[in-house]
């Protein structure tokens, strides 16, 4: 029940194409839902978050879709950029003290 | 401002030593947690302090232990360590702490390699 799914481990994307990533949680406890950004020897930054009482958030090219009823969640990249490429993480908490990370995604934008 | 900053950041043990990591939060945040990165995976939470008193442990072996000091920053300790020890330790740095404030800041880690 503590588990989330991300798919795909890996993505390759043209510039200025679509890069779109998948989460899934079983918690219905889960209240708050975060993605995370890494690029190589730097720790997690925040992208952008979802709360379950909306379905979808935008902020810039970076937009976040939520089903509640399916227990899942995505992150889409616009106009996807060289500079986008990095590792993705979905994570999902709630009012406990910790996060839970899916697996991550490498996301490689050629130009 | 400062973020969370972290020491060392890279070192190299071997099987059975003892390691010491450190964390200095954002100023004026109170919770430091720890995650541990293993290469291809996402973190995972491993404590939570705030206000120098552990709020949360997740499943590592008693071999893992931390403190808060007065000045909220942080020291992760592992003892008898083991290959498979080997990973990037996380610290994240909050004012709260329930994980769904959408106020976790991490550093940029420590690696450690065991050999």
């Known amino acids: 029940q503590q588990q989330v799914k991300q798919s795909p481990q890996s993505l390759i994307v043209q510039k200025g194409g679509i890069s779109i990533i998948n989460c899934a949680y079983e918690?219905?406890?889960?209240?708050?839902f975060p993605w995370y950004q890494q690029f190589p020897g730097k720790g997690p930054a925040l992208l952008i978050a979802i709360r379950p009482d909306v379905s979808e958030k935008k902020e810039g090219r970076f937009t976040i879709s939520f089903n509640k009823s399916a227990k899942q969640f995505s992150l889409h990249i616009m106009d996807s950029q060289p500079g986008d490429s990095a590792t993705y993480f979905c994570a999902a908490g709630g009012a406990t003290n910790k996060l839970i990370f899916g697996t991550g995604t490498l996301l490689a934008v050629q130009p | 401002d400062a973020g969370v900053t972290q020491s060392p950041t890279h070192l190299i043990k071997t099987r059975g030593q003892h390691v010491t990591l450190r964390c200095s939060p954002i100023?004026?945040?109170?919770?430091v947690s720890w995650y541990q990165q293993v290469l291809g995976q996402g973190p995972q939470f491993i404590f939570q302090?705030?206000?120098?008193?552990?709020?949360g442990r997740g499943n590592f072996p008693d071999r893992f232990s931390a403190r808060q000091f007065p000045n909220y920053s942080s020291e992760l300790n592992v003892n008898a360590l083991l290959l498979g020890d080997s990973a990037l330790y996380l610290c994240?740095?909050?004012?709260?702490?329930?994980?769904?404030?959408?106020?976790?800041?991490f550093g940029e880690g420590s690696r450690l390699t065991v050999l």
């Open positions: 302090y705030y206000e120098k008193e552990e709020r």
């Open positions: 994240a740095s909050s004012s709260q702490t329930r994980a769904n404030t959408g106020e976790l800041f």
């Open positions: 100023s004026g945040h109170k919770s």
């Open positions: 918690n219905t406890a889960f209240d708050y």
